[in-house]
Nanobody, 117 residues
């Protein structure tokens, strides 16, 4: 079975940086899209960044500060987070999507990022 495992979450001070990693297992397919979502207490889960084979996209709140990337021919994705702010505090979830040979969506269990002021 396909599994996504996140790592890299930590407690940091405002202005510092973190790099999150998401490593998949159980599939040799290259996912059509991978991304990062986050959910803060009492709020809905929101898309932070996504990457396909040819493009990337970001939420307005993280543009210029976060960078998503993936390893070549690997179902591994990273999220470099710079200039962290207290409002970035949330559980960050890895997401992956495939279209062929059938459609499927996968989620990781999340990693906690806490930014102190």
């Amino acid at each position: 079975q396909v599994q996504l495992v996140e790592s890299g979450g930590d407690l940091v001070q405002a202005g510092e940086s973190l790099r999150l990693s998401c490593i998949s297992s159980g599939s040799k397919l290259r996912f059509d899209a991978m991304g990062w979502y986050r959910q803060a207490p009492g709020k809905e889960r929101e898309l932070v960044a996504a990457i396909t084979r040819g493009s990337t996209s970001y939420a307005d709140s993280v543009k210029g500060r976060f960078t998503i990337s993936r390893a070549n021919a690997k179902n591994t994705v990273y999220l470099q987070m710079n200039s962290l702010k207290p409002e970035d505090t949330a559980v960050y979830y890895c997401n992956a999507e495939q279209r062929h040979p059938y459609s499927a969506v996968y989620w990781g269990q999340g990693t906690q990022v806490t930014v102190s002021s």
